[in-house]
């Protein structure tokens, strides 16, 4: 049964309320019934004003604030360079128009007013897979806002995605971003990703042309779950990974990096213990997978064997071997696996060492 907990109505949900829809009055109210404004839980406990860390607040950006509703957050509105001067109803009109219409749809939440903008309606939609979609309607803007699923997607077969998206029918804010067995275009997973994104999977997929992994970074600096994995490998990742998760992530809590890499090289073991420290959770899983085809040759890849096994020396000089690890709580510790892709010889080691 679907119920608002700041005016009781039985027509919208919490998140929806359009009686009180500024910070002020929809806190006042959480405070008053004393339920989170993020989970809607209530609660005896200080959970409202002094603690930082709602656990069930999977809405905001940073994951970390209370202090303000989801719409109002000043990140995703920064994410826009969303900057929104004093202006009479006169100018007003002419104003919209130097926005985007994504900007124009935060603009429109953000406002006190129900008739700031005449906008189509908006429809929200939670998730999205192309099993299920077979058309959009001209007369409505669907936003999505949690997850978009494309399987067996081939952008030069099905159009109707893309032009949805570049007519901005469809917009996307998606936190997870899952992509398997598909061929798309740069430009589309460029505009799919943003400072919203929180995981995001790229697996047996090709993209044309290439992009680089500093790109996706850049784009969606909130990452907290990575994995590219693709046959084709046009997600170009290099040797320089490390230099652009350090320069360009903004989350503090990243859990899992998985990436398939065409040389061995060493990498610089402080800036990864740097990166594990600062921007890691305590039990993140790093996976480095190197092309099996380096290994195919007459030789058997002695040479690219003998490679592997001088990191895996150099990276026992700053971490434990896992497999020496006694303890019950193993699948807890953070852990870095190193080894060709689908053949045995991995190595794992225990990344605790970089949290001292």
Same mark, same amino acid.
């Given at each position: 049964?679907?119920?608002?907990?700041?005016?009781?109505?039985?027509?919208?949900?919490?998140?929806?309320?359009?009686?009180?829809?500024?910070?002020?009055?929809?806190?006042?109210?959480?405070?008053?019934?004393?339920?989170?404004?993020?989970?809607?839980?209530?609660?005896?406990?200080?959970?409202?004003?002094?603690?930082?860390?709602?656990?069930?607040?999977?809405?905001?950006?940073?994951?970390?604030?209370?202090?303000?509703?989801?719409?109002?957050?000043?990140?995703?509105?920064?994410?826009?360079?969303?900057?929104?001067?004093?202006?009479?109803?006169?100018?007003?009109?002419?104003?919209?128009?130097?926005?985007?219409?994504?900007?124009?749809?935060?603009?429109?939440?953000?406002?006190?007013?129900?008739?700031?903008?005449?906008?189509?309606?908006?429809?929200?939609?939670?998730?999205?897979?192309?099993?299920?979609?077979?058309?959009?309607?001209?007369?409505?803007?669907?936003?999505?806002?949690?997850?978009?699923?494309?399987?067996?997607?081939?952008?030069?077969?099905?159009?109707?995605?893309?032009?949805?998206?570049?007519?901005?029918?469809?917009?996307?804010?998606?936190?997870?971003?899952?992509?398997?067995?598909?061929?798309?275009?740069?430009?589309?997973?460029?505009?799919?990703?943003?400072?919203?994104?929180?995981?995001?999977?790229?697996?047996?997929?090709?993209?044309?042309?290439?992009?680089?992994?500093?790109?996706?970074?850049?784009?969606?600096?909130?990452?907290?779950?990575?994995?590219?994995?693709?046959?084709?490998?046009?997600?170009?990742?290099?040797?320089?990974?490390?230099?652009?998760?350090?320069?360009?992530?903004?989350?503090?809590?990243?859990?899992?990096?998985?990436?398939?890499?065409?040389?061995?090289?060493?990498?610089?073991?402080?800036?990864?213990?740097?990166?594990?420290?600062?921007?890691?959770?305590?039990?993140?899983?790093?996976?480095?997978?190197?092309?099996?085809?380096?290994?195919?040759?007459?030789?058997?890849?002695?040479?690219?064997?003998? +490679?592997? #096994?001088?990191? !895996?020396?150099?990276?026992?000089?700053?971490?434990? *071997?896992? &497999?020496?690890?006694? $303890?019950? @709580? +193993?699948? #807890?510790?953070? !852990?870095?696996?190193?080894?060709?892709?689908?053949? *045995?010889? &991995?190595?794992?080691? $225990?990344? @605790?060492?970089?949290?001292?």
């Amino acid at each position: 049964m679907i119920k608002c907990n700041f005016c009781d109505s039985e027509t919208h949900e919490s998140k929806n309320c359009d009686k009180y829809i500024s910070d002020e009055s929809r806190k006042e109210i959480a405070d008053k019934n004393k339920f989170c404004c993020f989970c809607f839980v209530e609660s005896k406990f200080e959970h409202l004003k002094k603690e930082k860390g709602c656990k069930s607040n999977e809405n905001c950006i940073e994951r970390n604030s209370i202090e303000h509703h989801t719409i109002f957050c000043p990140e995703r509105i920064k994410a826009f360079k969303l900057f929104v001067p004093p202006i009479n109803e006169n100018l007003l009109p002419r104003f919209l128009d130097i926005f985007d219409f994504d900007e124009k749809y935060f603009l429109a939440l953000s406002s006190p007013t129900k008739d700031l903008l005449p906008l189509k309606q908006i429809k929200i939609m939670d998730s999205f897979s192309i099993k299920k979609i077979t058309k959009f309607s001209t007369f409505e803007t669907t936003v999505l806002n949690n997850s978009m699923t494309l399987n067996e997607y081939d952008i030069e077969k099905d159009k109707l995605i893309s032009f949805a998206i570049n007519s901005k029918i469809l917009i996307c804010f998606p936190r997870i971003i899952s992509i398997g067995n598909s061929k798309l275009s740069s430009q589309m997973i460029l505009q799919l990703l943003s400072p919203c994104t929180k995981k995001f999977s790229f697996l047996d997929s090709s993209c044309n042309p290439n992009i680089s992994f500093s790109e996706i970074i850049q784009k969606s600096p909130n990452l907290k779950f990575i994995l590219v994995y693709d046959f084709e490998r046009n997600i170009q990742i290099g040797n320089e990974w490390i230099n652009d998760l350090l320069k360009y992530s903004k989350c503090k809590n990243f859990q899992f990096l998985g990436i398939k890499l065409d040389e061995v090289e060493e990498f610089d073991i402080e800036k990864l213990k740097e990166f594990v420290k600062t921007k890691c959770s305590k039990n993140v899983t790093i996976s480095i997978n190197y092309n099996q085809e380096l290994i195919n040759g007459e030789d058997d890849g002695k040479e690219e064997w003998k +490679k592997l #096994d001088q990191v !895996s020396q150099k990276l026992l000089k700053h971490f434990d *071997d896992f &497999y020496d690890i006694y $303890s019950d @709580e +193993k699948d #807890d510790l953070p !852990s870095l696996r190193t080894g060709f892709d689908g053949v *045995d010889g &991995y190595h794992d080691f $225990s990344l @605790e060492n970089a949290f001292k």
